[in-house]
């Protein structure tokens, strides 16, 4: 039993073993046979990738061979192009040289031809100087001549014809526009003297004026700076001085001191002192009265008081101050008139003869002195341009400063606005007169209507009338720049030609 057993544990066994053996058999062959087909796989696909890379150096190959007969292609046409082209240029190179040849040609033939006439023209002007008698230089200055004297006149004809057209429509409107202005102004005109009227209660107050053995009337002139006339005229005390502001102190304290009855040296000092500090702050008052009166605003105190002193102030017997105010007026109508810049003008033409205040006391004209002022405080550019060239000192910058010299002359030319002297007004009509007769061609002189106009008489033989209209216009000019006067001067030329004849 036990040895049966044995055997069937030995057959056991050994199966085991064999059947051990057989799967480690069978594994070894199945892993030869996977690594078989692996190098199978492996070879296959190294064929494959072979025989695509031929199929692609293949196809490169024919692609090349393509692109290049398309290139040969390409540039046999260029060629056959190059070709033709070079054929055209060769073509445009001998028409271009034969052109040239051609202009050569003619290039010569114009050489000779100018040749030609250059010797024809010098036998020509050779001629014409032995049949006229004059040489080519005499030739030219001739016609030099006559084509100047031609272009003068018509020059002067068109400048006539300009101004004619110019006035018929700029006259029109201006005196509109003047008369306007005018008539907007209502202003009185009274011509001052230099001299002052006082009332006396009665005679006996001359006496006592003039104090015992003249102290007291020496002690007035001596702060006053006054003469006082004490004449045979009844009741009354005249007080001379070419400074009316001095001249106003004196009346006024004369006045007070007569009102008050004691009159001696102290007492008149007194008074003297009080009326000095009464007219400054009085000229104070109309410089802003004048400045508020005129619309103006921002002007420097310095030059309101120097307006208020124009009160003191007379130009031919016509108060600055108000004859400053009238221009003020009068220009800023006008530019109103014109669409221009009126609180300009109204501040040019109160400002323009600012300086007259100042002529007493510094050295220079009142123009001068006027600029010198305006700029000192700060006044615009045009303003002080209207002071510079309102007696044309200076070229005028703006239509605001024409306008205010304009206002100027319209009113100091109004009637009974301005007087002078009579030595004055003669040396004023005998200067006109001088100036007019210098000029060649003139015969005779006249002055007429207290030097508002000049009438001057010509010769007919040198003087046409063309070169009357030049004449007049120098003769403005020369009178401009050489004298001073109110308003404005007409000039008037006048040529006559006449015929005379006898019957017998």
Same mark, same amino acid.
């Given at each position: ?66 692109? @290049? ?41 114009? $050489? ?14 050779? /001629? ?285 030319? @109004? ?11 003669? $040396? ?5 007169? /001088? ?38 216009? /120098? ?28 019957? $017998?």
């Amino acid at each position: 039993m036990s040895s049966a057993i044995g055997i069937i544990l030995a057959a056991a066994g050994g199966a085991l073993a064999g059947g051990a053996a057989l799967y480690v058999i069978g594994r070894r062959v199945e892993r030869r046979v996977a690594d078989a087909g692996t190098r199978l796989a492996a070879r296959e696909r190294e064929r494959q990738l072979k025989e695509a890379q031929a199929r692609m150096e293949l196809e490169a190959r024919e692609e090349l061979l393509r692109g @290049r007969e398309q290139l040969d292609q390409e540039l046999s046409g260029r060629r056959r192009d190059i070709e033709q082209r070079q054929g055209s240029v060769d073509r445009a190179q001998q028409a271009l040289a034969e052109r040239e040849r051609d202009l050569g040609k003619r290039e010569q033939s114009l $050489k000779d031809r100018d040749k030609a006439l250059v010797t024809k023209e010098q036998e020509a002007r050779t /001629q014409l100087e032995r049949v006229a008698g004059l040489s080519a230089e005499d030739a030219k200055e001739e016609l030099k001549r006559s084509l100047e004297d031609e272009a003068r006149g018509e020059a002067a004809a068109l400048l006539r014809d300009i101004r004619e057209q110019a006035q018929k429509n700029a006259e029109r409107e201006a005196k509109k526009i003047v008369a306007l202005a005018i008539q907007r102004i209502a202003a009185d005109h009274t011509a001052e003297t230099t001299v002052s009227a006082v009332a006396l209660p009665s005679d006996e107050m001359k006496g006592r004026i003039i104090g015992r053995e003249g102290r007291n009337i020496r002690a007035f002139e001596s702060a006053t700076g006054t003469d006082v006339i004490i004449d045979d005229t009844p009741d009354t005390v005249v007080i001379s001085c070419f400074d009316p502001v001095r001249r106003e102190v004196a009346r006024l304290s004369l006045e007070r001191l007569i009102a008050d009855g004691r009159i001696h040296p102290g007492r008149i000092e007194e008074i003297v002192r009080k009326a000095q500090e009464e007219i400054e702050a009085g000229i104070l008052e109309a410089g802003e009265r004048a400045v508020y009166d005129t619309g103006l605003r921002g002007m420097h105190q310095e030059l309101v008081k120097l307006v208020g002193r124009m009160r003191y102030r007379t130009s031919y017997g016509q108060n600055i101050l108000e004859h400053s105010k009238e221009v003020a007026w009068i220009a800023g109508m006008m530019a109103a008139e014109l669409k221009l810049d009126v609180p300009l003008a109204k501040r040019g033409g109160l400002l323009h003869d600012v300086g007259k205040v100042l002529t007493h006391e510094h050295e220079g004209t009142h123009v001068q002195l006027g600029v010198e002022v305006a700029t000192k405080y700060g006044e615009h550019p045009v303003v002080i341009n209207c002071i510079a060239a309102h007696h044309d000192d200076v070229p005028h910058d703006s239509a605001v400063s024409v306008i205010v010299q304009a206002a100027d002359a319209v009113s100091g030319s @109004r009637p009974g606005a301005r007087r002078e002297a009579f030595e004055t007004y003669v $040396k004023r009509l005998t200067a006109i007169e /001088q100036i007019a007769g210098e000029f060649a061609g003139v015969e005779k002189v006249f002055a007429i209507q207290a030097g508002r106009e000049v009438r001057v008489v010509v010769s007919p033989t040198a003087v046409d009338d063309v070169k009357a209209n030049t004449l007049a216009q /120098q003769i403005s000019r020369k009178i401009e720049g050489d004298l001073q006067y109110p308003g404005q001067i007409k000039v008037v030329v006048i040529r006559e030609t006449r015929a005379v004849d006898f019957a $017998k």
